[in-house]
């Protein structure tokens, strides 16, 4: 079993920043590959960005490139977010996930999800 507890979410002006923090526990972290997705209000979970357990390996969502970073620290246990030139439609619940394998845009190749953290951009 992965624990996951996201961080760092909160309200944002348009074109600020966010970076959100995802802690596991419970196994290996280094084992996993680890993504983000989000979920705005009336609109399905959506892919984010991913990476392998290195972090060598990294994919984004069209709308995320260029200004998300995904990166993770295997020491401390967490993956993060980094989000620039935040838009209003980067509204949403964000969710990390966890998964033994390479790093995949499918969510449902993830096996453990945390509880999410509410990002909200105004205009």
């Known amino acids: 079993q992965v624990q996951l507890v996201e961080s760092g979410g909160g309200l944002v002006q348009a074109g600020g920043s966010l970076r959100l923090s995802c802690v596991a526990s419970g196994q290996t972290f280094s084992n996993y590959a680890m993504g983000w997705f989000r979920q705005a209000p009336g609109k399905e979970r959506e892919f984010v960005a991913t990476?392998?357990?290195?972090?060598?390996?990294?994919y984004y969502a069209d709308s995320a490139k260029g200004r998300f970073t995904i990166s993770r620290d295997n020491a401390k246990n967490t993956v993060y977010l980094q989000m620039n030139s935040l838009k209003p439609d980067d509204t949403a619940v964000y969710y990390c996930?966890?998964?033994?394998?390479?790093?995949?845009?499918?969510?449902?190749?993830?096996?453990?999800w945390g509880q999410g953290t509410q990002v909200t951009v105004s205009s």
């Open positions: 996930a966890a998964r033994i394998g390479p790093p995949n845009v499918l969510d449902y190749k993830y096996d453990y």
């Open positions: 990476n392998s357990w290195s972090g060598g390996v990294s």
